[in-house]
Every structure is written in structure tokens, then in C-alpha cells.
């Protein structure tokens, strides 16, 4: 066992913090398999984490790489267990820190600013700058183009360290720095086992795997930690851009970004400026295919959402992927009868898009995808809430007892 490299810090309050970050990662994790292993010796397992961590022992194990094509078609690498604990307990240190530094406009992996919550703030953007429709206005939406997979390491994890020293005031600094050099500069593509065949990955565009990120390029898709240092990579593009428009006028969520100004060709001159930007601070590039600037009248798709003068709408893309899924639980029911796993997994999916389209006039669009579509057997196990807006157990551990 390594000397510790962290004597300075507080054993016991590090115990109590890894403690906290596994109940955190415990409640987002549900009944996974890799959770249950780890509960299996729980105690046991917390304790040895701890110790690793305090005398400098700890690397990151293998993750699970697998392919999800929904909403996307996107690759996942699936931290192990012990590594989430870790993440869950890096970021809550961090997390109080970046936000007072994060814009109010940006979205994601934050609390109170999620995908509803940015869809109601573009709305409020184009309604104050265009004087609710009364005056021209025009919106610039753009994307950044294989934007997990070309996040440099070096970069991130260099400006990371600088924020830290400057702003992080806590005993465990030197710990945070090295768990976060750790996280950063481990790669998962070469430590993982892969989930399903390889021919998954057919169609996935290179730009869009870490098997073919460029060389010390790249964050895994699935890591609470690469949702955040995500965020913290674009946070001086996101001052930069408030500076550009002025605040209220620019809303970033994850790597998708928009811009509402009633001057057309000042937006038009500025997709220039992004463009050396991105290239020359954090070496990214907008995605040629994605720039899309018109009059507000045109409305304008956000996170799944289609924004108009006078209603906002649930895109088709977002009801064809909704529709897809329950088509996609029915034919699983059929195929192998019920389990807990399919049960949690159904009403997880179910709530997360009856969650998110709730917020919009789609009534008729809940009744019939619940009503319609799902299979009259999953009622033997769920009820419907008033208005169609969750769907939850009739008796909770009912399943218990199931495989």
C-alpha cells in the first residue's frame, strides 16, 4: 500500500463524504446490477473505497460500453459502481464552486435547469427581445460538432486545476486535484468490456465514439462527472458569448446553443467569432450542418420542443421516439413475461417523457400513448395519475419476489 499522499486531511469527515456520495449515487442507480454487488458487502466495500482514496491507492475501474439508440443513436460508457461513488463525491465538492460561476442560462446536469426549464427560457429570450413578436428578431442556433469525444484533457483538466487552486478554499484540495487528474485522464475505451456485439456500433459516426476520439480527446457519455466538467469546459464560451449579445440573449444546453437579436447580420458576423473561438481556446468546431438563423416567426426546435408565437409545441421526433419505446416494451412483455427489471425500466421511461411533455398543451398526446399503446397487461401492475402526467406501482413491492 502507497504512503498517503493526503495526511492532511481528515479521515473521518472523508468516510462521512464517501457516505454521502454513495446514498447519492445509490437513489440515481436504482436496483442496477453493478449496485447490487456493490451493497452485497456494502460496508466493507465503502471502507476499502475510503482507504484507497486516502492513501493514494485508487484508479478507476472498467467501465461497460454499450449502444442506446433513443433518443439518439449514441455509445455509453458505464462507469463501475465504485467510480460513481467517486464521481458523486468529487462533484459535490466541486459543484458549489463552478455554480457561482456558471451562467444563469445554461443548462443540464443542474439543478432547477432542466430541459423544461431551458425551453421556458428561450420563450422568455424571444418574447422580451422581439417585444412579444411586435418587433424583428432573428435566432441563431448552432451546435458543436462531436462535442464529447474532442473534449482535450489537457485543456480541461489545466484549467480545472487553476480554478481549483484559485477558488477551492477546502483541507482536501490536493485530494480533489489528484481524483480529478484520475477521472480525467483515464480512458475507458482501453479498460472496458463491451455490452451487445460490436456490429452495434454500425452507423455511429466516428466523431461520436471514444474508440476514435483524437489522442488525449475525449469524455465518456454517462459519467455525472462528464456532464459537469462539460458544463465547466464551456463556461468561458458561455461568458464569452453573454459578452458577444449581452445577458438574456444567448442559453446553452450541453453542446446545443442559441443566440436571439433583432440584427441579422450582426448574427451572421458572429458565427465567424464563434467559430475562432471554439478553434483556437478549446479547439472545437461548430457542426457545419446544424447552423440554423431565421426570423422568429419561423419558431425555432429546443430540447424536443418547437417554440411559436403563440403555443409550444412537442417536436415528432420527440413523440415517434416516445411512441418507439412503448412499442419496444410491449414486444419485450411478449417475449418474455413480466420481471422487476422490465417493470422499473417501463415506468422510468414512461415518467421521464410524460415528466418532460407535461409542461405543454399534450393532454390528448398522454391519454393516447398511455391508453393506446401501452399493453393492457402492464395495467395489471400500474396505475395512471389524474391528467395522464406519471404512472406509478398499485402496491409498492408488489414485485418483490420476481427474477
Not at 162 to 183: A, G, M, T
Not at 186 to 208: H, M, Q, S, Y
Amino acid at each position: 500500500m502507497q504512503l498517503s499522499l493526503f495526511r492532511n486531511i481528515d479521515k473521518q469527515a472523508l468516510t462521512e463524504s464517501i457516505f454521502e456520495a454513495y446514498f447519492d449515487c445509490r437513489r440515481n442507480k436504482r436496483n442496477t446490477a453493478n449496485a447490487l454487488r456493490f451493497e452485497k458487502h456494502l460496508e466493507r466495500n465503502l471502507f476499502q473505497l475510503v482507504d484507497e482514496i486516502y492513501d493514494g491507492s485508487y484508479t478507476p475501474g472498467k467501465s461497460i460500453a454499450f449502444i442506446v439508440t433513443r433518443p439518439v443513436k449514441r455509445e455509453v460508457f458505464a462507469a463501475d459502481f465504485k467510480d460513481r461513488v467517486v464521481h458523486h463525491y468529487v462533484i459535490n465538492k466541486l459543484n458549489p464552486y463552478f455554480e457561482k460561476r456558471f451562467i444563469n442560462n445554461s443548462f443540464a446536469c443542474r439543478v432547477g435547469k432542466g430541459t423544461h426549464h431551458g425551453i421556458f427560457t428561450v420563450r422568455d429570450m424571444i418574447n422580451k427581445t422581439s417585444d412579444y413578436y411586435k418587433k424583428d428578431s432573428y435566432i441563431l442556433k448552432l451546435d458543436i460538432q462531436g462535442f464529447f469525444m474532442h473534449i482535450n484533457r489537457d485543456i480541461l483538466f489545466r484549467k480545472l486545476k487553476l480554478f481549483i487552486q484559485r477558488n477551492y478554499k477546502e483541507q482536501d484540495k490536493d485530494l480533489i486535484l489528484e481524483l480529478c487528474h484520475k477521472i480525467i485522464f483515464n480512458d475507458p475505451a482501453k479498460n472496458c468490456v463491451i455490452k451487445g456485439e460490436k456490429t452495434d456500433w454500425n452507423g455511429l459516426p466516428k466523431n461520436k465514439s471514444l474508440f476514435h476520439s483524437p489522442r488525449n480527446c475525449g469524455l465518456p457519455i454517462g459519467n455525472l462527472t462528464s456532464q459537469v466538467f462539460a458544463n465547466f469546459y464551456l463556461n468561458g464560451f458561455d461568458h464569452f458569448m453573454e459578452k458577444q449579445v449581452g445577458k438574456g440573449n444567448y442559453a446553452r444546453y450541453v453542446d446545443d446553443f442559441l443566440v436571439v437579436h433583432r440584427d441579422k447580420d450582426f448574427l451572421k458576423q458572429l458565427i465567424t467569432r464563434i467559430k475562432a473561438y471554439l478553434k483556437e481556446r478549446i479547439r472545437l468546431e461548430l457542426h457545419p450542418k446544424k447552423i440554423y438563423l431565421q426570423h422568429i416567426s419561423k419558431g425555432v426546435k429546443f430540447l424536443g420542443a418547437i417554440l411559436k408565437r403563440k403555443r409550444i409545441y412537442v417536436a415528432n421526433k420527440t413523440k415517434g421516439n416516445m411512441h418507439e419505446a412503448i412499442s419496444n416494451y410491449n414486444q419485450q412483455l411478449s417475449a418474455q413475461g413480466f420481471t422487476k427489471e422490465l417493470l422499473q425500466k417501463l415506468q422510468s421511461t414512461m415518467n421521464s417523457y410524460l415528466g418532460m411533455i407535461k409542461h405543454f398543451k399534450t393532454y390528448t398526446i398522454r391519454q393516447k400513448m398511455v391508453t393506446n399503446l401501452m399493453a393492457r397487461e402492464w395495467f395489471e401492475f400500474f396505475f395512471v395519475s389524474e391528467g395522464y402526467l406519471k404512472i406509478g406501482f398499485i402496491k409498492s413491492g408488489m414485485w418483490v419476489n420476481m427474477y
